[in-house]
């Protein structure tokens, strides 16, 4: 039984012990793949690892451009279409029936058993698509928050006015080390304690920008009066274009900021099954999405508090504070060892994707199938496969190249979240959740759902218009030797 679990699983195959004095179906789900072991603490951790990025530290630039009103209502209205949908799609981890039907491992196969066709392979290029780009985006950006860490040192020392310059590569190099290494877990079941980690850090370096940001306001030196009710001011802040794009880039960064439904099945399939995956799912993200939004209005609003309308992109890695030196120092090292984590969270289900498809195409090949086992000191043994080595390595590689040669990603990575965020948060779900729930063509409730999604296809529609004119101004501006994140 272990050799079949072997060939037709990317887990870590079982041992004699595990099967000694019992039953050996008592170590293994009803799908004969190990017991899974996650509730909806690690399933939290996981959410909050893939929610909370750095990203929640430019929030106070987006509520800049959107002002007073507009900012936190809109961060209110994706958060709650964020959790709708994610419940919507935890009730199809199963099918037909959502607590005893047949497991869908990924998002791809929940759409094959509830839609089938075409949109199969859409979802696919959407989902993958997207995971792609943010594990280059997440390497881009734990360079900058690593070279943040160097900078402000520099800046202690030589003064606010020197000329801090440092190459991002070397860093990118060191994040791509520590990637290669964590690449090697075999699967998302044994994330649990990195994924822990991740969130520690999130919730440390958003506090830490919440707390200067109090700081600043409290001791005078915050910016109440250059905020408004509307955001930056045409004429004075920047030209009435400027303003719709800026606008039109706030929501997208906002709507974006929420998004984990490119994990979330396969952060499910870590779920013990009782409680039913649904019920531990649906609190994990209502846990995730509550923490979220707290993080996101405190961080937002003070911070917007703090430096009004000129509030910068990032007020951490764009030097909105300089001391105390080591408290901004250790924020950063928190933002890299969070996107150490937040990496993996994405690229997993990726390495799992392409390792399955492998291994269904060529069964009898031993490079790709067969497990060599080593014993690892204090650890038992691991289970090393050499497709899996060179696969996962070559992928990090390519990442962090890529990263080299295009600093600028990250202004892209907004077209690919515009490109992704509407079938994957919103128009999967609540097509699936149509056709398991048979509700009928025309009824208020299919009406309502189907105006829900059109009105977050135009969202995503206007996002990418922002993206992509925030991109061809990045390109216009582009200095080879220059900084990324400058």
């Known amino acids: 039984m272990a050799r079949e679990m072997q060939k037709s699983s990317m887990f870590i195959e079982q041992t004699t012990a595990d099967y000694e004095n019992g039953d050996p179906q008592k170590n293994l789900d009803d799908d004969g793949r190990p017991k899974r072991t996650g509730t909806w603490v690690t399933a939290s951790a996981h959410i909050i690892t893939a929610v909370i990025g750095s990203g929640v530290l430019s929030l106070a630039w987006a509520i800049a451009q959107l002002g007073w009103v507009a900012g936190p209502a809109v961060l209110m209205i994706f958060s709650f279409i964020t959790y709708f949908t994610s419940t919507l799609l935890a009730d199809c981890y199963r099918a037909p029936d959502p607590i005893h039907g047949k497991r ?51 800046f202690h020392k030589h003064g606010h006015e020197a000329k ?86 706030a929501i997208g960064d906002i709507a974006f900021a929420y998004a984990f439904s490119t994990v979330l099945v396969e952060i499910q399939d870590t779920l013990k099954s009782s409680p039913p995956e649904n019920k531990s799912m649906k609190r994990a993200s209502g846990i995730g999405v509550m923490t979220t939004t707290l993080f996101y209005v405190l961080c937002g609003i003070m911070g917007y508090a703090a430096f009004g309308n000129d509030a910068p992109g990032n007020f951490l890695t764009g030097f909105g504070f300089y001391e105390p030196f080591w408290l901004v120092d250790f924020a950063n090292v928190c933002i890299a060892v969070h996107l150490i984590g937040a990496y993996q969270v994405f690229a997993q289900p990726l390495f799992g994707f392409v390792e399955r498809m492998c291994k269904g195409r060529y069964p009898d090949n031993a490079f790709i199938t067969r497990e060599h086992a080593i014993n690892v000191p204090c650890c038992g043994v691991y289970y090393l496969n050499f497709f899996r080595l060179i696969w996962r390595t070559a992928y990090v590689i390519v990442t962090a190249v890529l990263a080299m040669l295009f600093p600028f990603f990250n202004d892209f990575l907004g077209l690919i979240g515009a490109g992704s965020f509407w079938p994957l948060t919103v128009y999967f779900p609540i097509e699936i959740h149509i056709a398991q729930s048979k509700i009928p063509k025309y009824s208020f409730r299919w009406v309502w759902l189907k105006i829900l999604s059109w009105v977050c296809l135009i969202v995503s529609l206007i996002a990418a218009a922002g993206s992509i004119q925030g991109l061809i101004h990045s390109l216009s501006v582009y200095k080879p030797f220059q900084t990324p994140g400058e």
């Open 104 to 154: 869908n491992y990924t998002y791809m196969d929940v759409v094959r058993a509830y839609l089938g066709g075409r949109k199969v392979q859409l979802c696919g290029l959407a989902q993958y698509g997207n995971l792609l780009g943010i594990t280059i985006g997440y390497t881009i950006t734990a360079s900058i928050s690593m070279v943040a860490v160097k900078r402000s040192n520099c």
């Open 164 to 249: 801090c310059q440092t190459s991002n590569n070397p860093f990118m190099i060191i994040f791509a080390c520590f990637q290669i290494l964590l690449s090697q877990i075999p699967n998302f079941h044994e994330l649990s304690w990195l994924s822990i980690l991740a969130a520690i850090m999130s919730f440390a370096y958003s506090s830490i920008g919440l707390g200067l940001s109090i700081a600043k306001v409290a001791g005078g030196n915050g910016h109440l009066n250059t905020t408004s009710l509307t955001g930056v001011t045409v004429g004075v802040d920047v030209s009435s274009t400027e303003k719709v794009w800026k606008t039109f880039q």
